[in-house]
């Protein structure tokens, strides 16, 4: 079953709660918290987890990265 958006945002919570994590995983970890938490303010109807590309892409759509091109 794929995960959703909520329980990452859950599951990164707890890992911060954890008082013997390292300074680089607290770090990652809060920092992918933060994207996750914007990501799901501006898609409140999306519940999929999105991958790091997604976020990027949501946060900076003018990237050459994140390009659409039509056929």
């Not at 990164?12 to 799901?40: M, N």
Request: glycine content about 0%; charged content about 40%; proline content about 7%.
């Amino acid at each position: 079953m794929e995960k959703s958006i909520e329980d990452h945002i859950e599951k990164d919570k707890e890992i911060l709660q954890d008082p013997t994590l390292s300074p680089q995983q607290r770090r990652h970890t809060a920092d992918e918290l933060e994207h996750l938490e914007k990501y799901h303010e501006a898609h409140p109807e999306d519940h999929h987890d999105p991958s790091a590309f997604e976020m990027y892409c949501d946060e900076n759509p003018e990237a050459l990265e994140c390009r659409i091109y039509e056929d």
